[in-house]
């Protein structure tokens, strides 16, 4: 292992981790504001899919991507108005979300681009390009400068390091702010909430609006950064994925971080050890390395959901008293 192998493991690991970080941080609105959001894969789906629908009809990464964050959050909007205004199951909601965005994904795209479910590629000028070349080619062969700092931290695009800085800003939202104060103060106690003249109802949709928005951000970068079109079911499971690190991070923007970078480390890890041999055991199966990410989702929710501590009022509806 020389430092080409960990520029190229911590470059993978951050491209990997942002959609799963972008999602996390949206589930956390929602989640703190009270309200359960099991629908965190569905929103990103069909993000993803509104993303690579508009950038190949539109030839435009603004209009993509504010297609995808549209969609997402309409999508959040109806799990608010099932949830919030109708005091429905949120667990269910969020599961017809899922649901109906993995059929009406590929229904949309056969019926669009008659492509069997998937959207044409977008061009390379849709796509979003790296930030810095410039600099990573400067660093370029300099000893463990150039692969680790170089390709590994400065060869990104926008996205990822807006996304890092995201975490630092949902901090100080969340933990700094009056706004901040009573979005936690719903999601622990609406009645004193509801007390003090604040709205829990709008409260809970300010979340869900931001939730929306960073799932469509989170789809949009699976097919502008990683993927160059949509396809079924593309997203494979990081919204739960995103939601576990959530549990695992115990509700707090910095823990779900560093749980989102775990995941993305196993993910990029199956990736670069498909094939390789290791001492005694020859070649890794293929499908063992693809399954560790998903291994882990299920080991840390059966230990740590019951040991983390939700928000008070997680998935309970707030009817006002009268």
């Not at 520029?7 to 359960?36: H, K, N, Q, Y």
Request: with cysteine; glycine share 12%; proline share 4%.
């Amino acid at each position: 292992m020389d430092e080409a192998f960990f520029g190229a493991m911590l470059a993978s690991t951050l491209r990997v981790s942002t959609p799963l970080i972008l999602c996390a941080l949206a589930g956390l609105f929602s989640e703190r504001s009270g309200v359960v959001d099991i629908g965190l894969e569905g929103k990103m789906l069909f993000g993803a899919f509104a993303a690579g629908a508009a950038g190949a009809a539109y030839g435009s990464t603004t209009i993509a991507i504010a297609c995808a964050m549209l969609v997402a959050t309409s999508l959040s909007w109806m799990h608010g108005l099932a949830c919030v205004s109708h005091k429905g199951d949120q667990v269910v909601s969020g599961v017809a979300i899922n649901i109906i965005a993995s059929g009406m994904t590929v229904v949309l795209g056969i019926a669009w681009f008659a492509q069997g479910g998937q959207t044409p590629p977008v061009t390379g000028e849709v796509r979003i390009q790296a930030l810095f070349p410039q600099a990573v080619a400067a660093l370029h062969g300099i000893p463990w400068i150039g692969a680790v700092v170089g390709e590994g931290l400065l060869g990104h695009n926008a996205m990822v390091y807006f996304t890092l800085l995201l975490v630092p800003a949902t901090w100080w939202l969340l933990f700094r702010t009056r706004f901040g104060l009573r979005l936690r103060a719903v999601g622990e106690n609406p009645q004193m909430v509801d007390a003090a003249g604040v709205s829990v109802a709008g409260l809970r949709y300010t979340a869900l609006t931001l939730n929306g928005m960073l799932c469509g951000l989170a789809g949009s970068y699976l097919v502008l950064a990683q993927s160059a079109n949509f396809s079924h079911n593309m997203t494979a499971g990081r919204g739960f994925m995103a939601l576990a690190a959530l549990i695992f991070g115990r509700w707090h923007p910095v823990g779900a971080f560093w749980a989102c970078l775990l995941f993305g480390f196993l993910d990029a890890a199956a990736i670069r050890l498909q094939g390789v041999q290791l001492p005694g055991l020859g070649e890794v199966p293929v499908q063992a390395i693809q399954a560790l990410p998903y291994v882990l989702t299920v080991v840390l929710l059966a230990g740590f959901i019951g040991k983390a501590v939700a928000p008070q009022a997680l998935g309970k509806p707030y009817s006002k008293e009268r």
